[in-house]
């Protein structure tokens, strides 16, 4: 599935509406967010996570990881561009972040292969100016449910 956006809001009110339909999956799913620097990757992950009442979103580049948790949900971000080996990412738990009913957002998947869960679902940015593209496909029965739920 492709969906073409044309300002960082419109890109922010996907973030809001992916967010919403995966509260109403209620089980754990992850998400790898694809594409070159600046290109938008935590801007849909700030946008997913504020939808769920955090205010303050801070990007995990130099933590690796940054936590959000409530009453309803159990948010794990993840920035893995820092990574020099994905063995790195055992000594910060990350076992511990696939837990029932987590959501874990994960930019540069790539760099933390063999260690991080696989993906349910892969949304790819591309774009230039304000223009955004986002090419999104399943990777599980789970993600499968998510894009019939965006469409």
Known sequence: MNLVFHSELEVAKFAQDLARNVENL?????????GDLGVGKTTIA??????????????P????????QNQTINIHHFDCYRLSDPEELEY?????????????LI??????KGMIA?????????????????????QSDTGKQLLRSID
């Open 61 to 68: 580049t130099y933590s690796l990881v940054e936590s959000y």
């Open 26 to 34: 209620n089980h754990a799913i992850v998400i790898y967010l694809e």
């Open 118 to 138: 696989p993906a349910d679902l892969i949304i790819h940015i591309t774009g230039e100016d304000n223009s955004r593209t986002l090419t999104m496909s399943a």
């Open 107 to 112: 930019e540069w998947a790539e760099l933390g």
């Open 46 to 59: 700030r946008n997913f996570i504020q939808t769920f009442g955090f205010k303050r979103v801070k990007s």
């Open 92 to 104: 910060i738990g990350i076992r511990e972040y696939s837990q029932d009913k987590s959501i874990q």
